[in-house]
């Protein structure tokens, strides 16, 4: 990726790079960090697995009501990065984020094991607990409460999409004489410009 006749179309171009990430992965390419900033200006940033891309952003999945949860509604503005050291290349995308339509949520949550469906019930996420005994209590009271019917949707748990603004893609080179190639999204298209490393 290291001409400037690279596509017009940040997300053509991470959906190539994306695959080319996902094929023989040490780890988990789809692990990205995702950074936060709530009322009282303090930055967060965690580790969040993308489930899925298209046009419109980038989407996870979280508890509404923990720490990034609450940033986020306090101030929707958020950066990812992706970083994948075997290739030796970096994405980042900056933007907003929005609740993704509650059917988008129902259906992703309905795909998960249905042990993460118990856990997603019975954790109050960033919330202080008393014991490891005290969680494991919760999720037996939530498998109990479920027994023998399908675990419906919380509904303090959904996905987000981060819709991007400036995507920015990196790749290692020589001598730290880096290719980083930024687009900006002005109305409905893409400019792209090459970044001095």
Known sequence: MTNDDASADPIARFATLFERAGRDAPFDHTSMSLGTCGADGQPSVRIVLLHGFDARGFTFFTNYDSRKGVDITANARAALTFYWPWLNEQVRAEGTLERIAPEESDAYFA???????????????SQPIASREALLDAVAEVTARFAGRDVPRPPF??????????????????????????????RDAWTMTRLSP
């Open 111 to 125: 795909s998960r094991e249905r042990g993460r469906q118990l856990g997603a019930w019975a954790s109050a996420q």
């Open 157 to 186: 748990w959904g996905g987000y999409r981060l819709a991007p603004a400036r995507i920015e893609f990196w790749e290692n080179g020589e001598f730290r004489l880096h290719d980083r190639f930024l687009y900006v999204r002005e």
